[in-house]
């Protein structure tokens, strides 16, 4: 990620412009740039979300094991999530592997624009859409957001300035960092990839979250493969 903070400027008659060897927003977040029938299933899973708590909701998503699905799948939910909500942050807490500053393509592209916040090893990264804002480790502390104390009263900070949070979390065979943040998540979503896990290594897994007393909202089957002709699953 580039080590320099650029931020933008709003005028009074609502004009943005970019600072000086800034970036220029692109016109829709990249994770959104898929078929709308892609767009339409992560809206109903926010739908099916916000009709679980009307409140403001701080939700890890998760797998059990690493390359899954889940960033991707983080990313995809929190465009939907800004489509209606005012304030959504998307949270990188993957230590060991973290991808949202690519997937959105932040500091590579002239599409995106990076906020340096206050809190040195933190850094908000504005979307092209105002609603929707990517948190990312700082320069100080690259991967990395501290103790997972400290990752705990970030997301507390942080309800007050957002509708909806996603966390991008790591694995749950790598690390117990969704269990450390139980006392400030409302949940977590689950991502397993098609035909990749054991039902019984699933079950464990959800199992062991609510023995954490987190809340397991619902499960995600991502990279679904198809053996037949799209026309026949139309069919059946």
Sequence with gaps: MTKDKVAIIETDEGEVIPVPGGFRAARCPKPWEVPEAVREHFRR????????????????????????????????????????????????????RPSQEYIFGFGTTSDSCLVSTETPNMIVCKTSWPSLS??????????????????????????????????????????????????????????VEAERERREAIADAVAQ????????LGLIVNKQRRYLPAMLYRAL
């Design 45 to 96: 899973a926010h739908a099916s979300l916000r009709r679980a708590q009307s409140n403001c909701l701080v939700i890890a998503v998760c797998s059990l094991s690493r390359e899954e699905g889940v960033s991707y799948v983080t990313a995809k939910l929190a465009c939907a999530a800004a489509e209606i909500e005012d304030s959504v942050f998307l949270l990188d807490a993957n230590r060991y």
């Design 134 to 191: 990517v948190v990312l480790p700082g320069d100080s502390a690259p991967g990395d957001y501290g103790p997972p104390a400290g990752l705990c009263r970030a997301l507390t900070s942080m309800r007050s300035l957002a509708g909806m949070i996603f966390v991008d979390c790591e694995a749950l065979r790598e690390s117990s960092q969704v269990v450390q943040l139980a006392s400030a998540v409302d949940g977590v979503l689950f991502v």
């Design 209 to 216: 979250l609510k023995r954490a007393d987190i809340p397991v």
